[in-house]
């Protein structure tokens, strides 16, 4: 089987150096072409499209769509997917949710931990030995969101904390609920958000949730900004100064020079929950196995075991969740 790979677009971490080890990567792949530009394409052979957050897919020609046999998106989630183009077109997208989730569940628990259990150096021996800390064991944490990354927090904090509840109205799990009652939000001192933005999760945390949990609560977004209502969000820090709030994303990016600096229950950064080192290398990774996997399940016509084997990182009209 010969395939053209094409990238539709890039990201701002991504260099020269990330696309020579991407087209050599991909390229010792046997069959594969590794394109610059479109104006290199062979027309008797189809495509695999690589795309991430600035690609537009209702924009791509219509000419490259018709021929292309795989959709590869290293990014998280399906926000930049409408529904009906994932209907239409006849080709499986895969999204690239493994790659970031040990890492944005990482920066997620290093954000519980910093504001919870920080630890001083201490320049001479203490005599009185305390240590102010709240103990994660008495925290009720509530997480938005049951997919890889909310699993890894559900399975990292149900051994520490002595109430874990997880919400997700997509996933059918005993630990999970499907409804987000009262009585899941109620008195919850720490809120992790952990999920794809549909229309149903938009502004879900906004003032009638505040109002609900704990008022000296921590809440932690690394998922989407417009989960959160920003304004309800402001409005309720500035009048419950115990709360804290850890924000890696945000309604608008970037976010302007000096935006909520005089809010000192407040710790912002810039989008970089899903950046590590090896990032590129990861990304890189995932795209050859997947390339492999495919070619090889298409050249054996077991197509059908490349769709079942990921499943859970395949976009369809049916999985995709938009309600």
């Known amino acids: 089987m010969k395939i053209q790979i094409y990238r539709t677009n890039s990201s701002s971490y991504q260099d020269s150096n990330f696309f020579k080890m991407e087209k050599e990567q991909l390229e010792s792949i046997d069959g594969v072409k590794y394109l610059n530009s479109l104006t290199e394409a ?4 189809p495509f695999i499209l690589i795309s991430n957050t600035h690609t537009e897919p209702t924009e791509l020609p219509l000419t490259l769509l018709d021929k292309t046999v795989l959709m590869i998106h290293p990014n998280s989630g399906h926000d930049n997917f409408p529904k009906n183009f994932v209907e239409q ?12 989730s040990h890492a944005v569940a990482e920066y997620t628990l290093s954000s519980i931990f910093h504001k919870f259990t920080p630890i001083k150096n201490h320049s001479h021996w203490s005599s009185d030995r305390k240590w102010n800390r709240g103990l994660l064991r008495d925290q009720k944490v509530l997480i938005i969101g049951h997919g890889e990354i909310g699993k890894i927090l559900f ?4 051994p520490l904390c002595s109430d874990v509840e997880a919400y997700d109205p997509f996933i059918k799990d005993k630990n999970v609920h499907n409804e987000l009652t009262d009585e899941i939000i109620d008195g919850k001192t720490i809120v992790l958000v952990a999920a794809s933005l549909t229309n149903s999760s938009r502004s879900l945390i906004d003032k009638t949730f505040l109002k609900k949990i ?7 977004n690394a998922a989407r900004g417009e989960i959160v209502n920003e304004e309800d969000l402001i409005d309720w820090l500035r009048k419950n100064e115990k709360a ?8 608008e990016e970037p976010f302007s ?7 000192g229950n407040v710790n912002k950064t810039s989008h970089i929950a899903g950046v590590y080192d090896y990032l590129n290398e990861d990304i890189v990774k995932f795209e050859k196995k997947i390339i492999e996997d495919f070619m090889n399940s298409h050249s054996n016509g077991e197509l059908e075991t490349f769709l079942n084997k990921n499943k859970s990182i395949i976009l369809s009209g049916n999985s995709i969740n938009y309600l």
């Open 155 to 158: 399975n990292s904090l149900s």
């Open 42 to 45: 062979q027309d008797q052979s």
């Open 257 to 263: 020079p000096g935006f909520l600096i005089d809010m």
């Open 214 to 220: 704990s008022s000296n609560a921590l809440i932690i």
């Open 244 to 251: 804290c709030a850890y924000l890696d994303v945000f309604k």
């Open 89 to 100: 077109v006849g080709f499986p997208i895969v999204v690239g949710n493994p790659i970031r």
